[in-house]
């Protein structure tokens, strides 16, 4: 299970536990400036459900989950403290002003088709989301806070807006010291913001969220009459009308990257869909050029790449934006190599590098000249270390030696290597732990890593003794990620206790010794299995004006790999 895909599904398990008292339907926002500088047209997550409740159970027993995430995820996330909080708020709130909706409430929203979204905080994680819920109790529960505010010290009139009958007034509920939540009920729309400061800006609402609200409550207005509605943000990732299915997720490239997605533009969201049969799809929001270049890419850098790795994916690259960065290291004329390389890279992770330091891959347009071999020279001494770092045994400070270049036999490229001492280095020479900061240039194919044994294994690939990512493909696959369980479950218990020793984390160290191993031996049993594109697909298009008009969406394929 790679990062990106943990995130999301983490994501997913946390919004249906925390919120699970309630559900959303189908609304069109106008998008906000406020306090938190989120636009409520654009979330990072986006999750259209058929019966939300069913979504942390469903994610459980997903075919690539199943096992690997057990039944106490969700009861986690069920007894998780801001619900507790908020379910003990509703029902003190019932109790002492007499109210009959309270558990009725809960177990009916929980049980309805619905429509969150969620933004990211300052830390990445999905903290803030908008619920937008049509309910038959919509006006009830309008009503019943129009008498509470009046007198519970927990509830509060914030302003009022125009709703799709007249005035409705935005109810501001203190469930705990940290958290208030803002409601708006007109009807049988119930519009619930997790944050007030999603609609404030100092302290009053902007005219941005005051009509994100009127919308709201008024529906997808936007939707042509007889026709399903489409809320915008959904529209704002290319999605039609929910039908025929039993989860919809979708999550932006740039929440699932870490803010990555610079490097890779052409790709803009991922998105996992049950249907109503329980089959899981798989498919990915991109341009054209972006398909065409992944495609078409990934077929030649895996002929190169050696196998055995815990994971490895290729993703359609953009080079550019690491020029900006590389520029204070080393001389313009480097940076033009950046210009002959095909527009994928290869990301390989396993032992040798750990997460931290997944093996690069990435290949030249045309034959290699003389003045590509000088770049990547270049390049090689320009990110690294002039001097030993600390806690490597070597004395602190100390020049390290030159990067050491060597030509392969045969004229079948270079290979270039520089020693780097630091306390953090995942080999040991004479007593001086290190880094082997290593670039290999095969034929076309560039590589580089801190493991240089995978580099010994590519060519070894070069000379038909080892084998190739490709020669484990059946034809007419374009693979995009391939992952080898039994590995990852290797790399991820030698990170996990590699940070979390007995003796710096006791207390870690022992719950994951006591956790962790039924997770990974679960983990290792899922096999071998990759992720495909289509060989010859093109995008289904959205249409639409602006940017997103030339995206489109595209399914790829899970299946189990040789």
Request: with cysteine; charged share 20%.
């Amino acid at each position: 299970m790679t990062p990106r895909w943990k995130r999301l599904t983490l994501a997913g398990l946390a919004l249906a536990g925390v919120l699970g008292f309630a559900v959303l339907t189908r609304a069109h926002f106008a998008g906000a400036a406020n306090a938190l500088a989120i636009d409520l047209n654009r979330p990072d997550i986006l999750v259209r459900s058929a019966r939300l409740s069913d979504l942390p159970r469903d994610l459980v027993q997903a075919p690539l989950l199943r096992g690997v995430l057990t039944d106490e995820v969700v009861h986690y996330y069920q007894d998780h403290p801001t619900r507790l909080s908020l379910m003990g708020t509703l029902k003190r709130l019932a109790f002492e002003h007499d109210l009959s909706w309270s558990d009725r409430l809960v177990a009916t929203l929980m049980d309805a088709p619905g429509e969150l979204s969620l933004w990211r905080d300052a830390k990445g994680r999905p903290e803030y989301f908008m619920l937008v819920l049509q309910q038959n109790l919509a006006t009830q529960i309008a009503q019943q806070l129009a008498k509470l505010s009046l007198s519970d010290k927990q509830l509060s009139v914030l302003d009022t807006i125009q709703g799709a009958h007249g005035d409705a007034r935005v109810y501001v509920l203190q469930f705990d010291r940290h958290h208030q939540w803002a409601f708006v009920a007109e009807g049988d729309r119930l519009v619930v913001l997790s944050d007030l400061g999603m609609l404030l800006d100092g302290s009053q609402m902007t005219r941005a969220t005051r009509q994100a609200l009127s919308e709201a409550l008024r529906g997808a207005a936007a939707a042509k009459s007889g026709e399903p509605a489409v809320s915008v943000q959904a529209r704002s990732l290319g999605l039609g009308p929910f039908q025929g299915a039993r989860q919809d997720i979708s999550a932006r490239a740039d929440y699932l990257s870490f803010g990555y997605q610079m490097f890779f533009p052409g790709l803009d969201a991922l998105r996992v869909v049950e249907s109503q049969a329980g089959g899981w799809q798989l498919s990915a929001r991109l341009n054209a050029s972006a398909l065409q270049a992944w495609q078409e890419g990934s077929r030649r850098l895996w002929q190169t790449v050696p196998a055995g790795h815990a994971v490895c994916v290729a993703l359609p690259m953009a080079w550019q934006p690491g020029t900006a960065v590389l520029k204070s290291v080393v001389k313009p004329d480097t940076l033009k190599l950046f210009d002959q390389l095909d527009p994928v890279a290869g990301l390989c992770w396993n032992r040798g590098g750990g997460f931290d330091a997944p093996m690069l891959a990435a290949r030249l347009r045309n034959p290699a000249r003389p003045a590509d071999d000088q770049a990547v020279a270049a390049l090689v001494a320009g990110v690294t270390r002039k001097r030993a770092g600390p806690g490597s045994g070597a004395p602190q400070g100390a020049p390290v030696a030159p990067v050491s270049s060597q030509a392969l036999a045969g004229g079948q490229g270079r290979l270039w290597l520089r020693k780097v001492p630091h306390g953090f280095g995942n080999v040991t020479e004479k007593q001086t732990h290190l880094h082997k900061v290593s670039a290999l240039r095969l034929g076309q194919t560039l590589m580089a890593s801190i493991d240089q044994d995978t580099l010994a294994q590519a060519q070894a690939v070069a000379k038909r003794s080892y084998p190739a990512m490709a020669d484990q493909f059946q034809d007419g696959e374009v693979p995009v990620m391939v992952v080898d369980s039994a590995l990852l479950a290797q790399v991820i218990d030698m990170e996990t206790f590699g940070v979390l020793s007995a003796d710096t984390a006791p207390t870690f160290n022992r719950v994951a010794r006591q956790l962790l191993p039924a997770r990974l031996k679960a983990l290792r049993e899922l096999g071998r299995w990759q992720v495909n594109l289509p060989a010859t697909s093109a995008l289904r298009p959205q249409g639409g004006d602006g940017p997103d008009a030339k995206l489109g969406w595209v399914d790829l394929t899970v299946r189990s790999a040789r």
